[in-house]
């Protein structure tokens, strides 16, 4: 690029692009039990012989590294480099995951619930009991996770190696998630009226969670020789909205088949929308360290943390201590009652990539 070019083209002539395949690692879900085995009895919880197959305390879903793309766009407003912009853009991948189980394998099988009518009691939804029982249970989880900022880049301070400049723009973060619970059990019972018939039981959680807001921050940046080491700063302010949709079937089948628009922990006592914003600080910090191969383009390695307060998790929608209310007509407490959990979300990434400058 020659001198004398128009502004778009001067840009254009000033632009450095940044593409990484980062590893990203996101806050797991956490939901209470929902499976369980056993070797007598009916799997409910508290019960001596009782084994949690998935869920509960110990047993975090979608705790697995996972590969996203990171895409930094950087350009000068002008030759003496004192103003800059900057855009990124981040997708931590979709994953995916699906945890079964049979009765095949687990001949007492269940999916635990505190009943909580007039004498609350545990109790199970069976899918599997030995000679009563077939079935299958399924917990399928998602989680999707990008972000973008565009910032304008300010000189605040610079010498023969060292550059730090004061950083503010727009920020957006978004997080979606689903947890989906679903099992089939058959009565293989001779002497039970009902031999024969099926009930297939569905429950699904989903969230979004959108962050907008300003972002107000630090970079720094440090050259010796063909090395650079630069380091990132900063607090994101504005609006996280979130959204909680949850909504479950019962599906009974004998010759004919039957549905209901409620299944085990997702009632009509919580299954209706829900919506809520609320003001959060959003903290990220990264270091990246880059190696010149030739003028121009650099080899980078970077770490990146972000951490976005009161996020609704789909997992953490369920009812913690798996109330269900089954009386009828009803008695007791409206359980399960729709009430907004949230807790602190984390994504961290290492990533490794290539940086062109024009």
Known sequence: CSTGNGPLLSLWCRMSVRAEVPLYWRRAMGPPPLATTATSGTGALGAATTQILLGGDNDKLDDSAHAGVRLTFSTWLGAEQRYGLMFRYWNAGNQNDTYGFSSNQFPILARPFLSTGANPVQNTLQVGLPGDDVGNLSVTTESKLDGLELTLKRLIYQDRFTRVDWLYGYQHVSIDESLSIFSTTTDINPASINVGNSIAVRDTFRTANDFNGVAYGLMSSRQINCWKMETLVRLGLGNLRRKVNINGTTTTTSGTSQTASQGLLARNTNDHP??????????????????????????????????????????????????????????GALDPSLNLSERNYWISSLGLGLQLRY
């Open 274 to 331: 829900l919506v809520d914003d609320t003001f959060v600080i959003v903290p990220e910090v990264g270091i990246n360290f880059a190696r010149q191969l030739r003028p121009g383009l650099d080899f980078n390695v970077g770490y990146n943390y972000l951490m976005v307060p009161k996020v609704a998790q789909a997992s953490q929608q369920i009812n913690s201590n798996l109330a269900v209310n089954l009386s009828d007509p009803l008695v």
